[in-house]
């Protein structure tokens, strides 16, 4: 089992920025990729940036140039999210994803609310 936990959603003026992390714990050593979704009121859960163990990384194409994520170590990722709009605004799950024994497992943290409006 691999748990998840959100942290840094705000309310933020459009054009501002805001740094999302999300720690894992449990099974992390299996992890084989880790990213961030999103979802509005209204819409679809969408994915928002990933990045597998190798170092790629994978970007919705509205975010891309604005949003950049990392992994600083085998437990964490980091969402730097930049000249936020208010269309950016919605519930963001850190999401994660396990292979261990040919079985592929996924995990969602409880998600963090981030809000872009003046």
């Known amino acids: 089992q691999v748990q998840l936990v959100e942290s840094g959603g705000d309310l933020v003026q459009p054009g501002g920025s805001l740094t999302l992390s999300c720690a894992a714990s449990?099974?992390?050593?299996?992890?084989?990729?880790m990213g961030w979704y999103r979802q509005a009121p209204g819409k679809q859960r969408e994915l928002v940036a990933s990045?597998?163990?190798?170092?790629?990384t994978n970007y919705a194409d509205s975010v891309k140039g604005r949003f950049a994520i990392s992994r600083p170590n085998a437990k964490q990722i980091v969402l730097q999210t930049n000249s936020l709009k208010p269309e950016d605004t919605a519930v963001y799950y850190c999401?994660?994803?396990?292979?261990?024994?040919?079985?592929?497992?996924?995990?969602w943290g409880q998600g963090t609310q981030v809000t872009v409006s003046s």
């Open positions: 999401h994660a994803e396990r292979v261990w024994l040919g079985t592929r497992s996924e995990y």
């Open positions: 449990g099974s992390t050593f299996s992890i084989t990729e």
């Open positions: 990045i597998r163990t190798s170092g790629t």
